[in-house]
């Protein structure tokens, strides 16, 4: 035997074996098997941070929830898939608490502008995640605006602006790839806040469910031919109220920590710079062969540098997360984006009254008939920022499970159908209580009692409670005061005993909208349903399972059994709730809040069949009544800022509560700096930072940025000592997370002041450095 032949073969036989092995762990990285990429995909993302002092929060309608600093950053996040030379859609997911008719009419204005008939109406889906920790304001109809004095500028600009800039870098990365989906339970991340309500249904309906929520999260995975994975879309019922009624800081809440969590975690896995952390750079790395006495010696070299100007574009400079691309590399970009969660809440151990920590009246949510003390407890009672990481950590994992195991590729034509109703009049045919048929219709929009009531997230205030369906004499005098609802609405209406007649209020202008869009996208065997409002889970049991059905039994045979339809909440304009006939007839908070009437669902599940219809047969559906533009009618009580001052001899960026000298701290511990400051709506800092963690280098002269707003771990806090106060303090605390390299820190904030005659100026300053051991 010639043994060097053999030794030959015995080497191509070993790279056959290592071949085998390594393609299936090489398709597995790229997230698809033996598939050539029928697509063009490109994802984006940018800052859409408001506001963060004077401007009211959307979302739990308290006058005293007002804005005063960031937890961290709000972000829309994009995604367009394209034929090659065919149709294309684009998904925009928003850390907000909805949609706006108003913005979405101005972004669609932008997007002409700039592509011309590419994006329209039609084609993009524009959704929020619910989060009760966003600026208000930036809605059209008095009813949403009340609470933050009307029309906020600022707010609603900067959502704008984020939109068309995240769309603009979706389509800017479109490349060939392939899109995987997946599907899996998550058990432990919502309940049901008004099980009452969902009882009614029918039994026989509900025998069909192990929950009495939806548990099942919809995951797509992106795969550039050339990258590998650039980013994740998932689709999951749960309410952005792990942040409480009584929060000031600007916050994604769970859903938004859940994306930056994911979005760090990919970061770390595929780009760490070998010391575990991929966005702190080697050489920030101090030597740890250093005794702690020479860290504590060199540390107080490093005294508070005092405020300082500095130009505008420092502040986007030092930010720790890049805003666009990682090289040539697109940003990887992940969303966890809102589904049915009306009756859905995150605060998962139950609903508990806060004077005796009984369980709450189970019809009512009241403790000794008042709904005020009625809280829902988060998993982190009673910290709601624990609450908050852990909700978000739990839809992480799942999605990074997801994600790691997905393995069906969508495949199939793009396709779209997009439609305007006027919901205040829709004629719909159901089921008659003798048998047949019978036609009846939706209302003008109202809110009932119970809607004042509020719910175990965030309950209300006076006498109000949910499940109320008489309402009360004084109220209804207040209510009369207002406008007094006909007979007609009143028996449209009912049983909900109307509070606000929201739909047949126009003055300044309207109060609730009636012309509501809804929409289709199909991506292949994916179907996404925008809705322009929260439906519940049964609701969207039924909404889903009618489109299905029409989809399945169409006899084109093209969906087959293999199709998933997912439906993306509070989407492209925003109506409050979606219930059940039979939800509606309890009266609860979403029943209250479900605007058109008791036939409100039956209304969306017959104008959806048609869509699906005319998306089967390839036909043209009407557009259906234009939305209003009420930009140029919209008023502002929301006071400028006047300016911003220091006391004598103090600067700006100067540090108020200086960290100690010769500070050590351990990781969990928390480290505090104030600093004098001015207005944050002087300077929104988009794709900046007001408040940064640095580390020293080796070369023990250059600070590199460590941590930013953006970070779960930071917390930038801004206070005037009272409201007419020109002086206002910045306190930033940092709680040194588990993964904090040992080192040298420092604590930095940047700001910009305004002076009396209008100038913008920005500043920075930086405490005294400290030792992490």
């Known amino acids: 035997m010639d043994w060097s032949s053999l030794h030959h073969h015995v080497h191509i036989l070993w790279g056959i074996v290592w071949f085998l092995f390594l393609v299936p762990v090489f398709i597995q990285e790229c997230g698809a098997s033996d598939s050539t990429s029928n697509y063009l995909i490109g994802l984006g993302s940018y800052d859409i941070t408001g506001p963060a002092a004077d401007v009211n929060m959307m979302g739990y309608a308290n006058l005293n929830q007002t804005a005063s600093g960031l937890h961290f950053r709000l972000r829309a996040r994009a995604f367009i898939v394209a034929e090659p030379e065919g149709k294309r859609v684009v ?314 195991s997905a393995t069906e590729q969508l495949k199939g034509r793009i396709d779209y159908r997009h439609t305007h109703l006027d919901f205040s009049q829709i004629e719909v045919t159901v089921p008659s209580s003798g048998g047949g048929t019978q036609v009846v219709k939706t209302c003008p929009a109202a809110m009932g009692f119970a809607f004042a009531a509020g719910t175990t997230d965030g309950p209300g205030a006076f006498d109000f409670k949910q499940g109320d369906d008489q309402g009360n004499l004084f109220w209804r005098l207040v209510r009369d005061f207002l406008k007094t609802p006909g007979k007609e609405q009143v028996d449209c209406q009912h049983p909900k005993p109307i509070l606000l007649d929201t739909g047949e209020m126009n003055l300044p202008y309207p109060w609730a909208p009636s012309v509501l869009p809804i929409q289709i996208l199909r991506i292949g065997q994916l179907v996404i349903l925008s809705v322009p409002g929260e439906f519940t889970t049964m609701s969207g049991r039924r909404l889903r399972d009618a489109v299905q059905t029409v989809l399945t039994s169409g006899g084109s045979g093209e969906f087959g059994s293999n199709i998933h339809v997912v439906i993306a909440g509070l989407t492209n304009t925003y109506s409050q709730y979606v219930t059940t006939f039979e939800e509606y007839q309890i009266q609860r908070y979403e029943g209250a809040s479900t605007l058109y009437g008791p036939h409100t669902l039956s209304a969306y599940i017959q104008e959806f069949k048609r869509l699906a219809s005319a998306l089967l047969g390839g036909q043209d559906i009407s557009p259906g009544p234009p939305p209003p533009d009420l930009l140029s009618k919209q008023i502002s009580l929301l006071p400028p800022v006047v300016m911003d001052a220091t006391p004598i001899n103090i600067k700006f960026g100067d540090v108020s509560t200086d960290i100690p000298q010769n500070s050590t701290f351990r990781k969990g511990d928390l480290v505090t700096a104030v600093f004098w400051s001015a207005c944050p709506r002087n300077d929104l800092m988009t794709e900046g930072t007001f408040a940064l963690v640095e580390a020293l280098g080796n070369d023990k002269q250059t600070w590199s940025p460590a941590y930013d707003d953006d970070d779960f771990c930071l917390l930038f806090k801004w206070s005037r000592p009272s409201k007419l106060s020109a002086y206002s303090h910045a306190r930033i605390e940092w709680r040194i997370p588990e993964t904090a390299t040992p080192g040298i820190y420092r604590i930095t904030h940047f700001g910009a002041s305004k002076s009396l005659f209008g100038s913008i100026r920005h500043f920075t300053g930086s405490s005294t450095a400290f030792v992490v051991t």
């Open 91 to 404: 998904f925009v997911n928003l850390d907000a608490c909805m949609a706006s008719q108003l913005v979405t009419i101005k972004v669609f204005e932008r997007l002409n502008a700039r592509y011309g008939g590419l994006y329209t109406e039609k084609n993009v889906a524009i959704s929020g995640i619910h989060t009760h920790a966003g600026p208000g304001g930036y809605l059209q109809y008095v009813v949403y605006i009340v609470t933050s004095l009307g029309f906020v500028r600022q707010s609603f600009d900067v959502i704008v602006d984020g939109i068309e800039k995240s769309i603009i870098q979706a389509h800017e990365n479109l490349r060939p790839g392939t899109i995987i989906i997946n599907k899996g339970d998550l058990l432990d991340a919502g309940v049901n806040r008004s099980p009452s309500a969902y009882l009614n249904n029918p039994s026989e309906e509900r025998s069909k469910y192990n929950y009495n929520v939806d548990k099942d999260m919809t995951l797509l995975k992106f795969v550039d031919d050339e990258w590998g994975p650039v980013g994740s879309f998932n689709w999951f019922a749960t309410h952005g109220t792990s942040m409480s009624r009584t929060n000031s800081l600007i916050s994604g809440d769970n859903k938004g920590a859940a994306a930056r969590f994911m979005e760090d975690w990919y970061k770390q896995k595929h780009f760490s710079d070998g010391v575990g952390n991929p966005r702190r750079v080697s050489n920030i790395i101090p030597d740890l062969h250093d005794t702690n006495n020479q860290l504590l010696g060199l540390a107080a070299s490093y005294q508070a540098s005092g405020g300082r100007p500095v130009r505008r574009s420092l502040s986007a400079a030092r930010r720790v997360r890049s805003s666009f691309r990682e090289g040539d590399r697109p940003k990887f970009v992940s969303a966890f984006c809102q589904t049915n969660c009306g009756d859905v809440s995150p605060n998962v151990l139950g609903a508990f009254c806060i004077d005796t920590g009984l369980p709450c009246d189970f019809n009512h949510s009241t403790c000794n008939g008042k709904n005020e003390l009625c809280y829902g407890r988060g998993p982190g009672y009673p910290d709601e920022f624990e609450s908050t990481r852990i909700i978000g950590d739990r839809q992480f994992r799942k999605a990074v499970e997801l994600f790691d």
